[in-house]
């Protein structure tokens, strides 16, 4: 067992539950259906306890100076509450958005990142150490092996990969799966909606009651709930056709929500789960606020190519939702409801370093 106690806050006598956490019961096999857990890295409690400490480590960077956790803070539900974020440097900036974590693993397709491009969370994982803004191992710092020889040579390390793998042997691919053991550990189910939507829950029932009145919610933000979750044929919003209840993950057949005319690219979004936490939306992170996001989709939509036709209006246009001013708050309203206390206070996700 490892002796890192002097270092790390883990009681590895009695490992937190990664493996087999306790879901609401509308996280059921409909949700299950969506993970992207392939069979050779299923969750071990082990593995996604390494997982944690790399994900807070900031050796993980040439400068040790920059952790996963810097950019993905647990308190912004894992995202950087900053527009852009700062790399290893101190200096240089990302020129994407950071994305928040909850629910990474419910998206089937698995591919990370805005435009899709990496394959797996495993494979996702070794980006950020490589990536020459983000944490510096490029080929000019010695790649991700120079990082194995760092690692390797640290006791505490040798330690948590044999108790994690079996041997203290340090690898990109062990690296990989462990951080992404952790993060597909990172499921949000508690938020205000989903203690709400838990009482009316009911898979045998027309839309599993996803659009009913919830109990405890005020007005304005039932009035959202029934917006984000009817189609705009039906005079809503048509929001839930692509961020998809409970998780919130996007669609798997999602095309682009039209953020600028003449797209021809295809983004993903992570869970609407704790979007209320972020600071600034979208690829770009163009929006400051949930009020400018609402915006967007009532007015603002471009025509392109890769538009998707669920925000299409007659005649294959982009759609104008035309919502009143009380509509649009109470969207925003709603989507506050996705916060999770639970998620952000949660020491499994916490930093295990003292
Ligand atoms: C310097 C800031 C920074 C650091 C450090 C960083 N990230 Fe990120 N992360 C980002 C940004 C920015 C994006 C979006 C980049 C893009 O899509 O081009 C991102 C995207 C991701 C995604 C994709 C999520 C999704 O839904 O597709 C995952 C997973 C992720 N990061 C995990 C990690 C892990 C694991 C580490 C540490 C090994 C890490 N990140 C380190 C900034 C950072
Ligand atoms: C056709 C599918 C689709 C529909 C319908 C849709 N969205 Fe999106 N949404 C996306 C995509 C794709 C992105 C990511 C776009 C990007 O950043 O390039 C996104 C991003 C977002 C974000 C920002 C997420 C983040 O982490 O930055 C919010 C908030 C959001 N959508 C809310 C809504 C609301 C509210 C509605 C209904 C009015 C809606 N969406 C309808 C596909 C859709």
């Known amino acids: 067992m490892p002796n890192a106690s002097a270092l790390l806050t883990i009681d590895f006598a009695n490992l937190s539950e990664y493996a087999a956490p306790v879901l609401p019961a509308h996280y059921d096999a409909t949700v299950a259906a969506l993970d992207n857990t392939p069979a050779d890295n299923a969750i071990n409690n082990r593995i996604a306890t390494l997982g944690r400490v790399l994900f807070h480590d900031r050796q993980l960077s040439v400068s040790a100076t920059v ?52 394959a797996s969370v495993e494979a996702q994982a070794i980006q950020p150490i490589i990536n020459p803004i983000e944490m510096g191992w490029d080929a000019s710092a010695g790649g991700v092996a120079a990082l194995v020889t760092r690692l390797q040579a640290l006791p505490y390390y040798q330690e948590l990969f044999a108790f994690a793998f079996g041997s203290a042997v ?27 939507y838990a009482q009316v829950f009911n898979a045998a029932a027309p839309n599993r009651n996803l659009n009913v009145t919830l109990p405890g919610f005020s007005d304005q933000e039932n009035r959202g709930r029934q917006l984000f979750m009817t189609g705009q044929n039906a005079g809503g919003a ?20 039209g953020l600028d005319a003449g797209e021809t690219r295809v983004f993903k979004s ?36 890769a538009l998707d036709n669920r925000l299409r209006g007659p005649g294959g246009a982009p759609q104008r939702l035309n919502l009143s001013t009380a509509d649009k708050a109470a969207l925003v309203a709603f989507m506050q409801t996705f916060n999770d206390p639970n998620f952000v206070a949660d020491r499994r996700f916490a930093s295990p370093f003292r």
């Not at 990109?172 to 992404?180: N, V």
């Not at 606020?289 to 609402?294: E, K, M, S």
């Open 67 to 118: 952790a996963c956790a810097s950019c993905h803070r647990q308190d912004n539900g894992f995202d950087d509450p900053n527009r852009f974020s700062t790399g290893f440097s101190g200096v240089q900036f990302t020129t994407a958005h950071a994305m928040r974590l909850g629910n990474i693993r419910y998206w089937r397709p698995g591919t990370m990142f805005w435009d899709r491009r990496a």
């Open 170 to 196: 340090v690898s990109e691919a062990r690296i990989g799966q462990a951080l992404a053991q952790f993060q597909r550990a990172m499921i949000s189910s508690n938020s205000r909606w989903d203690t709400a």
């Open 270 to 305: 992570p869970s609407l789960k704790n979007v209320g936490l972020s600071r600034a939306f979208m690829h770009d992170g163009r929006f400051a606020t949930l009020d400018a996001v609402v915006e967007f989709y009532n007015s603002g939509i471009q025509a392109g190519p």
């Open 238 to 257: 048509g929001c839930s056709a692509c961020h998809l209840p409970p998780s919130f993950a996007l669609a798997a057949n999602s095309q682009s929500n």
